[in-house]
């Protein structure tokens, strides 16, 4: 190992890890190893814990009713979805994206969470020669996609962020919303104590919930790729979806535990635990594209902030003197506003700065890129936009075909290696523990992790490998 990849590791070792990133970043290091990932697990899940809350879950006290108890919420949530659209049909507006700069907000603060999806029942595959967990590695190996890169859920969502632009802004992100992806990370390298909380997430997770029905209309209609969250919906239903395998599977493992009482308190827990950090509903609710606008300006400001000329002031001061400091960003936005070159809350057309950079004449034209203008068109139009035709203020982001997928034609011998040791193996067993590691969160959507998972399906789920050519994901 190379002098500085061995500090680095080293270093990320002995972090305490005070903020969720870093322990987002720690767990998807492909260099640390399993027990140390499990250490770390097992020390941050007792401190979340520590802090939970969860003598209100709402849980159904007679474990026999549990069925009927996921059946209505199910029911009550497609009642609401409903009622939802009725209101759409007499004419009210959308409820959640009041526009597509709103949306991509969305997507860009949901990122992290997405990016780690399923990653919670990873551990459940290390015990693949035990029937009863069977059901759980299922649903683990369809939020893979079972191998095939258009139906890996991670794969997607990367796909949509990147075909949308949005890369750069994930990257900027607030600690706050690496919270719940820290703790789905966790539980993915828990110890075996952990397994009644893992089910007890995962129960939570397959829920079917209001917003993802909602947030799958409203990106359609906005004509925003709404696949990954469409498949959500499929394949979590309560008849023969995941929803229904969580079930199976709770019910199959409650049976073997001894001590059932302590079994559903920690059931309880896991439960619990999807509800900490962030959740798409609260992230619905404070959208605020005026944050992210001061964002792009700020970004912007770095390069911009001694090319402007020295002629054009605005309150005593030049463009440059504006753009000097980050934190003065803010303010010019203010002054731009005052000075009517933004006029807020109308065509953006009206507005001189956005001439400045959306005409081909503008003297900043160029300056911002298609989805940049996308969100600061939809912020300066604000609610006007709602009333005007969505194809006449959409940008064209030339998206490209939604069945190109990235992939490496560079290799590093990895996979060849993977490949030869598993060809020229006998036994199942080893073959199976060569390709567990590249189930994990860090590597399955990769090339790499793509093949050990198709393997994994072919020697252990061999009738689910007929879908991988007839996939339940329509072209």
Request: charged share 25%; with cysteine; hydrophobic share 40%.
């Amino acid at each position: 190992m190379p002098v500085a990849v061995k500090k680095q590791l080293l270093e990320l070792l002995d972090k305490n890890h005070q903020n969720y990133c870093d322990l987002v970043t720690f767990f998807l290091n492909a260099d640390v190893s399993m027990g140390a990932k499990e250490r770390k697990a097992s020390h941050f899940l007792k401190k979340e814990i520590q802090l939970l809350n969860y003598s209100a879950v709402d849980f159904p006290a007679d474990i026999g009713k549990i069925q009927d108890w996921m059946l209505s919420n199910n029911k009550a949530q497609c009642t609401e979805y409903q009622a939802y659209l009725e209101r759409r049909k007499r004419g009210e507006k959308r409820e959640y994206f009041k526009n597509v700069g709103q949306a991509f907000e969305f997507l860009i603060k949901v990122a992290p969470v997405k990016r780690v999806d399923g990653s919670w029942l990873y551990s459940m595959t290390h015990y693949w020669n035990d029937p009863v967990f069977r059901d759980l590695i299922q649903i683990y190996l369809e939020e893979l996609g079972l191998g095939m890169a258009k139906s890996n859920h991670v794969c997607l969502y990367d796909d949509l962020i990147l075909n949308l632009g949005l890369e750069h802004f994930v990257l900027d992100l607030e600690d706050e919303y690496y919270h719940q992806p820290a703790i789905q990370l966790a539980l993915a390298y828990a110890p075996p104590e952990y397994i009644p909380e893992i089910i007890g997430f995962n129960l939570a997770y397959e829920q079917l919930p209001l917003h993802l029905l909602i947030t799958n209309y409203e990106l359609q209609e906005l004509g925003i790729d709404s696949k990954y969250f469409n498949v959500h919906i499929t394949i979590d239903n309560i008849d023969n979806g995941h929803a229904n395998l969580s079930l199976k599977a709770f019910e199959k493992i409650y049976s073997k535990y001894n001590d059932k009482e302590s079994f559903i308190e920690k059931v309880k827990i896991g439960f619990a635990l999807n509800n900490k950090g962030l959740s798409s509903k609260q992230i619905i609710k404070n959208l605020n594209l005026d944050t992210l606008v001061v964002k792009i300006l700020k970004r912007k400001a770095l390069v911009g902030n001694v090319i402007h000329n020295e002629k054009c002031q605005f309150d005593s001061k030049t463009i440059n003197s504006w753009l000097a400091t980050p934190e003065s960003v803010e303010a010019f936005v203010d002054v731009l506003i005052d000075k009517k070159w933004i006029k807020l809350g109308r065509d953006p057309e009206e507005s001189h700065f956005w001439k400045l950079i959306s005409h081909e004449d503008g003297k900043m034209y160029g300056v911002f890129n298609t989805t940049e203008k996308q969100i600061i068109y939809d912020w300066i139009a604000g609610e006007s936009a709602q009333n005007t035709d969505l194809s006449a203020r959409k940008i064209n982001l030339g998206h490209k075909n939604q069945h190109d997928f990235w992939f490496s034609f560079l290799s590093d011998g990895e996979l060849e290696d993977i490949q030869h040791q598993i060809y020229e193996t006998g036994n199942l067993a080893m073959k199976i523990n060569k390709l567990v590691p590249y189930l994990a969160p860090h590597a399955h959507h990769r090339e790499i992790g793509l093949w050990c998972t198709q393997r994994f399906v072919d020697f252990l789920f061999p009738f689910l490998s007929t879908q991988k050519v007839t996939s339940s994901f329509p072209p």
